[in-house]
């Protein structure tokens, strides 16, 4: 799929529907559709049975979860949908529990398959001895999550994508930010 040259958010807006819950229960429900064809109890009308069905089905289930503590006047933009940085608000009584995110993140990170270049044990050292702040903890609970996320979908449709930008390096970009963004 073809995107535009202004970052691409719409393609990120595609997969992310395309992951989506609503849309596997609806494909679900589509596909029970089908089924009900081949049984043949659709009739000449099963084409529009398919397709009520995958919309009942999309729109029946609930919403991806909402990113907690966002900012009223961003309008409650979903985590998943990769539209961009989400600001958060942070209550003063979760400053404290920062180093345990921190620990518990890098934990979750130990099993990555991260490039080599990626200097994420230096990051890590540096949110653990940074002073908390809105900054650490934006990185801690957003940015970082999302930087190797990114990663790892860019990663898996590499070669779907030829010339399209290192993941590697596009990840290595994003750490150094971080970094620099906690130094200053």
């Not at 849309?23 to 029970?32: D, I, K, P, S």
């Not at 009942?56 to 949908?81: H, I, K, Q, W």
């Not at 398959?113 to 044990?121: E, G, R």
């Amino acid at each position: 799929m073809a995107t535009s040259s202004g970052g691409g958010s719409g393609g990120r807006r595609v997969l992310g529907y395309l992951e989506s819950t609503r849309n596997l229960v609806g494909c679900a429900a589509g596909a029970g559709g089908l089924g009900l064809h081949f049984a043949g109890l659709g009739g000449s009308w099963w084409p529009g049975v398919v397709v009520a069905l995958y919309g009942a089905g999309a729109l029946l289930t609930p919403g991806g979860r909402r990113a907690e503590g966002l900012d009223a006047g961003r309008g409650g933009v979903e985590e998943s949908a990769g539209s961009g940085p989400l600001e958060r608000v942070v209550p003063p009584s979760s400053v404290p529990a920062l180093a345990a995110e921190v620990d518990a993140l890098a934990e979750a990170l130990r099993g990555v398959p991260l490039p080599d270049s990626a200097k994420l044990p230096e990051l890590l050292e540096q949110l653990r001895a940074a002073a908390p702040g809105p900054e650490a903890e934006r990185i801690v609970r957003y940015r970082l999550p999302v930087a190797v996320d990114g990663y790892l979908r860019a990663r898996t449709w590499q070669r779907w994508t030829p010339g399209a930008p290192d993941p590697g390096a596009e990840l290595d970009r994003e750490i150094e930010r971080m970094t620099s963004g906690l130094a200053g």
